[in-house]
């Protein structure tokens, strides 16, 4: 793990402190995956590590902010399964050129519980939140939103495919929430489902969103695939407001027009037939 | 939890992330409790509680900082285990006025893995750590050293006793480490034990240091009591070492003069018959 901590805010790790220097609005979040709850026990130890960078990373994203660096919280267990957790978090802080730059590592017991914190630093204009939307606002998304949880029948089933990948190994979405970061009313990402998501940015914002599913970029054919897809979750991408008029910078994902907010309280879906019934579930409930 | 976030910077934890305003040496720290491992699994809630926050809060006592706020990892398990801890969490961030900013809370599984995240401010000076004790420097610790080592066998055999006490509600010594931070050359807190604490800072300083067995404030009649307080660990006392004729400042918590780094390297024993051996263990090794 010293291995992993070569900057110099983590005192290469002999310290119980790391030291940083700082001044702006520091973005703070914490996101646990725990075994057999986030990931799958056969999950390869690589891609175990990956999620957890990645996730905590795609809650600075939708912030806009830039990542400073992460503290983790590890339970020792398996000898194998830690070198390879080891190596594979190597890679995705190098991937993400993100420091590690303390955190604690414990003997472990039972199924893992893995913790990491991820400091980033705010953009100069504030961090988005879930609150700002205003009526009349555009509701976007970006990439595609169902992969990953094709991805997690893929994986239970034993398969490696690109699902599966996807669902192991999100991208979460850093230069594109930075260069949404000043631009949006309201951001967040894509991690209990696009439904339940898009949901509670009306609800923080005291709106109603309306959605269209044949806009939105969901997997699958026919409604009952693309509803499953629109509340699935684990997609781990940016779903935010634009003010009406606002172009759209140019990002290294592609991000589609799904909706729009306006007065009033609530979810409605519409597709070329006309209104769609809400599902039971808008996603995942915590 | 909820109702403990009251800080603005948690944003009521209705967002994905905390934003925290600072400019400085931003100090962090993060420490996990196992149960079973680092807490009994009968111990209270509350007090399992309180050991998590004032464990954290110890290590940025070491560093002379300030307080700014806590991340908790938190697994769900029995509701009424969780509404104790709950409960003594409140209690705790009370007691030592620091506020929850976020964190994230999971289903849980197993035996239970609890980790919390603390951010301080740094002394203007810098935060102090291990390495930088010199030669001639004497050797210091605050309050009394082997109480936590008898609760822990207090705790383990049933007993509610002041020493169960002193185990499971440590007391992070925060206030004398903002008034030892700009004064000492190097400080940590007593974790593992005294001996192999103070060999650590003498080892990361590239010294040799000496303890007087006599003047430590080790609880215990007789060498082998004495011996195994100085190796117990959980105290959560400070060890610092100050420069010669530095005057101590008046602090909340005595402090006893135990020891002198020299030229050299290890750490050597005396008392008032003479030199005593080293311990077969001098505290707990990770």
Chains 1, 2 share one sequence.
């Not at 879930?130 to 034993?158: F, H, K, M, N």
């Not at 949404?180 to 940015?201: E, F, H, K, N, Y």
């Not at 629109?230 to 990002?251: H, I, K, S």
Request: hydrophobic fraction near 45%.
């Amino acid at each position: 793990m010293r291995g992993l901590a070569t900057d110099p805010a983590a005192r290469g790790l002999l310290d119980d402190a790391a030291v940083l220097p700082f001044s702006g609005d520091l973005v703070l979040t914490k996101d646990l995956l725990v075994e057999g709850v986030h990931y799958l026990p056969d999950d390869p130890p690589a891609d175990v590590a990956w999620k957890l960078v990645a996730t905590n990373l795609s809650d600075l994203a939708a912030k806009g902010a830039t990542p400073l660096g992460l503290l983790l919280g590890y339970p020792l267990g398996d000898p194998a399964w830690d070198r390879a957790f080891i190596a594979g978090l190597g890679e995705v802080l190098a991937r993400f050129a993100v420091p590690l730059l303390g955190g604690d590592t414990v003997q472990g017991r039972g199924p893992r519980t893995l913790s990491l914190t991820a400091l980033g630093r705010a953009p100069a204009g504030g961090a988005p939140d879930r609150r700002g939307a205003r009526a009349g606002d555009t509701l976007w998304v970006t990439g595609t939103i169902g992969e990953a949880g094709l991805g997690l029948v893929s994986a239970t089933a034993g398969l490696n495919d690109a699902y599966a990948h996807r669902y192991r190994r999100p991208e979460p979405r850093l230069a594109a929430g930075r260069a949404l970061g000043p631009l949006v009313t309201a951001m967040c990402d894509v991690s209990d489902g696009l439904l339940i998501d898009a949901a509670r940015i009306a609800a923080a914002s005291n709106l109603a969103v309306t959605i269209d599913l044949d806009a939105a970029p969901l997997v699958g054919e026919g409604r009952a695939a693309r509803l499953a897809a629109a509340t699935a979750g684990d997609d781990y991408e940016l779903l935010f407001a634009l003010p009406p008029g606002t172009a759209l910078p140019v990002l290294d994902v592609p991000a589609t027009r799904i909706g729009a907010f306006a007065p009033g309280t609530g979810l409605t879906l519409s597709d070329a037939a006309g209104p769609v019934p809400l599902p039971a579930a808008l996603g995942w409930q915590h």
